[in-house]
């Protein structure tokens, strides 16, 4: 049995257009991938050792899963501010108030989707630069964390910029931005052996630019994909004071 997930935007009104693009890739492979897995953690997909394609974050990645996955790439994504493969998470209020004004408050409440998060919790931390939280509410998504935000429980929180293009926040701010970070990382099994990994980089590659395709990459928000090594997210650990 093998294993196939990209659950990392779970949202349904998505998964008709990831599960055309999947089939697409997995037709070009010489192996007999399977179907998109929806009821398996992603988070869980990414430590099996069958795993043919599965995408995670970029902070799990370097801190617990570096020895266990090898990176495919990344998707481009077509959302806004993103640059070949790279991304930055958009910092939102409730309120209009510039960003220094609100890290600036006595009793700033955040709220976060997950403290291993990097397009949450860490790009937060880097975002506040030394700033203090009065609290701190773990919310489980950026879908929950803009809900939050909605309710007004919370004065600012860092949302991952895709999931913010696919939820929107109507009533809510932008307030400001993240650091610039690779998009979220396609990984396979550390025992996926190199030509499968080509084979995977091909059939992604060749998938997401082939014209049929191109309605569920527009709903996806796909533009392309890029080639990555861990290599290319190890120097997120610069990041690591904040943590």
Same mark, same amino acid.
């Given at each position: 049995?093998?294993v *196939?997930?990209?659950?990392m935007?779970p949202?349904i #009104?998505?998964?008709p257009?990831?599960e055309?693009?999947?089939d697409a890739?997995? @037709?070009r492979?010489?192996?007999? *991938?399977?179907?998109l897995?929806?009821?398996l953690d992603?988070?869980?997909a990414?430590?099996?050792?069958?795993?043919?394609l599965g995408?995670? &974050?970029?902070?799990?990645?370097?801190?617990?899963l570096a020895?266990?996955?090898?990176v495919?790439?990344?998707?481009?994504c077509?959302?806004?501010?993103?640059?070949?493969?790279t991304?930055?998470?958009v910092l939102?209020?409730p309120?209009?108030?510039p960003?220094?004004?609100?890290?600036g408050?006595?009793d700033l409440? $955040?709220v $976060?989707?997950s403290p291993?998060?990097?397009?949450g919790?860490?790009?937060?931390?880097a975002? /506040?630069?030394?700033?203090?939280f009065?609290?701190v509410?773990?919310?489980?998504? #950026?879908?929950?964390?803009?809900?939050a935000?909605?309710d007004?429980?919370a004065h600012l929180a /860092?949302i991952?910029?895709v999931?913010? /293009? #696919?939820?929107g926040?109507?009533?809510l @701010?932008?307030?400001?931005?993240?650091?610039r970070i690779? &998009?979220?990382?396609?990984v396979t099994?550390?025992?996926?052996?190199?030509?499968?990994?080509?084979?995977?980089?091909?059939a =992604?590659n060749?998938?997401?630019?082939d014209?049929?395709?191109a309605?569920s &990459?527009?709903?996806?928000?796909?533009?392309g994909? =890029? $080639?990555?090594?861990?290599?290319?997210?190890?120097?997120?650990?610069?990041l690591?004071?904040?943590w």
């Amino acid at each position: 049995m093998t294993v *196939a997930s990209l659950a990392m935007y779970p949202f349904i #009104h998505l998964r008709p257009a990831y599960e055309r693009v999947w089939d697409a890739v997995r @037709s070009r492979l010489s192996i007999a *991938a399977p179907a998109l897995d929806w009821d398996l953690d992603p988070h869980v997909a990414c430590r099996r050792d069958d795993l043919v394609l599965g995408q995670t &974050c970029g902070w799990p990645l370097i801190t617990e899963l570096a020895d266990r996955v090898h990176v495919v790439g990344t998707f481009d994504c077509d959302v806004d501010g993103a640059v070949d493969g790279t991304y930055r998470s958009v910092l939102v209020s409730p309120t209009d108030q510039p960003l220094a004004d609100i890290l600036g408050r006595a009793d700033l409440r $955040v709220v $976060v989707n997950s403290p291993d998060s990097l397009s949450g919790w860490i790009s937060l931390l880097a975002a /506040a630069d030394g700033a203090r939280f009065e609290s701190v509410e773990w919310t489980g998504s #950026h879908a929950a964390s803009i809900e939050a935000l909605r309710d007004r429980r919370a004065h600012l929180a /860092a949302i991952d910029a895709v999931s913010w /293009a #696919h939820l929107g926040g109507d009533g809510l @701010s932008i307030v400001g931005h993240g650091p610039r970070i690779p &998009c979220l990382p396609l990984v396979t099994s550390r025992s996926s052996t190199v030509t499968l990994i080509d084979e995977l980089r091909r059939a =992604v590659n060749d998938s997401v630019n082939d014209p049929a395709l191109a309605d569920s &990459c527009d709903t996806l928000k796909i533009r392309g994909f =890029v $080639v990555r090594d861990l290599a290319d997210y190890e120097g997120l650990s610069e990041l690591a004071e904040l943590w």
